[in-house]
């Protein structure tokens, strides 16, 4: 899961698996010795890119490396128009008069230092 918090990135190097493989949470390399694999896509990691950077090897698979469930799609839900007075009407900045700035990640992630970075 890459360098997360309580991700345990520190035993890779000591070969915990006959192979390891670096998968989802973080799509570049890892650096470490120990990780064999990258798992990706070429959208993702263009091989001929990026190849030079990673000192695992590329596990590229063939339309994307996100695992998702195309039936739980929330598109049609945010799809369209947003307009000033939707904004205004929700307490929402609109993107043509202010800066909005998103974090779609874990909660516990987003605190005053993240804010204060903002």
């Known amino acids: 899961n890459g360098y997360t918090?309580?991700?345990r990135s520190?035993?890779?190097p000591l070969k915990p698996a006959p192979i390891t493989v670096a998968?989802?949470?973080y799509p570049y390399t890892m650096a470490l010795t120990g990780v064999d694999y990258t798992m990706s896509d070429r959208v993702v990691t263009p091989p001929e890119?990026?190849?030079?950077?990673?000192?695992?090897?590329l596990?590229?698979?063939?339309?994307?490396y996100m695992v998702s469930d195309h039936r739980q799609s929330q598109s049609s839900s945010?799809?369209?128009?947003?307009?000033?007075?939707?904004?205004a009407q929700r307490s929402l900045p609109h993107t043509d008069e202010q800066v909005v700035?998103?974090?779609?990640n874990h909660l516990q992630k987003l605190?005053?230092?993240t804010f204060k970075l903002w």
């Not at 890119?49 to 090897?57: A, D, K, M």
């Not at 596990?59 to 994307?64: D, G, Q, R, S």
């Not at 700035?101 to 779609?104: D, W």
Request: charged share 10%; net charge negative; proline share 5%.
């Open 111 to 113: 605190g005053p230092a």
């Open 78 to 87: 945010i799809i369209g128009t947003f307009s000033v007075a939707d904004a």
């Open 101 to 104: 700035l998103a974090n779609f």
């Open 23 to 25: 998968y989802l949470g």
């Open 5 to 7: 918090d309580g991700g």
């Open 49 to 57: 890119q990026y190849t030079s950077c990673f000192t695992e090897r």
């Open 10 to 12: 520190e035993l890779l």
């Open 59 to 64: 596990a590229l698979l063939p339309h994307t």
